[in-house]
């Protein structure tokens, strides 16, 4: 089984201070990790993923993210946020091991970015 | 430009009013799936197609069906639409292969009364 949670409904950053999002996870096997973000009004867009190699992994509009295995987790990442990164973060998971094609989402966390 | 199309993008009816939301995509994905989005329970999935005239069941199947004819278009069916199914829906499709991101439409938005 497969499952990923997102602890924080809400974070709340100032502009160009760092930001992070927090994702955990659980799989049977190895798994894919991605992040996605949902601006509104809009379908949710691909940032980045892990698939392996290079735990750390870099993505659009400055995202990064870092994959601990120890920890199942897998964390969004920014040096500096900006106001128009405000929106909604999904992090999903896939497990290799699991035999599921189907993703599993996480409940999102809304990044709100003051000026 | 690479993208999945959804259609309508709002649309109000009443309880046990037949309807169908299209979806199509221009990319030449095996994949693609439906999902609902409500607040609090993030995406969950209705249905999704490995390919042509394969589909099966998500998380949340009941009182939707789908069909998949033509490799882009996968429409979603509410056949007797009823309040809980009020949500915003988002089509998605990918390549066959496990570790692709989905491309999403631009979602959805039903409002059964």
């Known amino acids: 089984a497969q499952s990923v949670a997102q602890p924080e409904d809400q974070v709340n950053v100032a502009e160009g201070n760092p930001l992070t999002v927090k994702c955990t996870y659980s799989?049977?096997?190895?798994?894919?990790l991605f992040w996605y973000v949902q601006y509104p009004n809009r379908g949710l867009q691909f940032l980045l993923k892990?698939?392996?190699?290079?735990?750390l992994v870099k993505g659009s509009y400055g995202f990064e993210a870092e994959f601990n295995k120890s920890q199942t987790s897998f964390h969004l990442k920014k040096p500096s946020a900006l106001v128009s990164d405000s929106a909604l973060y999904f992090c999903a998971v896939r497990d290799m091991g699991g035999g599921s094609y189907i993703p599993t989402f996480g409940r999102g966390t809304s990044l709100i970015v003051h000026p | 430009e690479a993208q999945v199309t959804q259609n309508p993008r709002y649309l109000i009816t009443v309880t046990g009013k037949k309807l169908t939301v299209t979806c199509s995509q221009n990319?030449?994905?095996?994949?693609m799936s439906w999902y609902r989005q409500d607040p609090g329970l993030g995406l969950r999935q209705i249905y999704y197609s490995m390919n042509v005239e394969v589909t099966d069941k998500g998380d949340v199947p009941e009182g939707y069906k789908v069909s998949r004819k033509e490799k882009r278009n996968f429409p979603l069916i509410l056949e007797s639409p009823s309040p809980n199914q009020t949500s915003l829906y988002f089509c998605?499709?990918?390549?066959?292969?496990?570790?692709?991101?989905?491309?999403f439409g631009d979602g959805t938005r039903l409002s059964i009364l």
């Open positions: 998605a499709s990918s390549q066959y292969r496990d570790n692709q991101p989905q491309h």
């Open positions: 892990y698939i392996t190699g290079d735990n």
């Open positions: 799989v049977s096997g190895n798994p894919y």
């Open positions: 990319m030449n994905h095996e994949y």
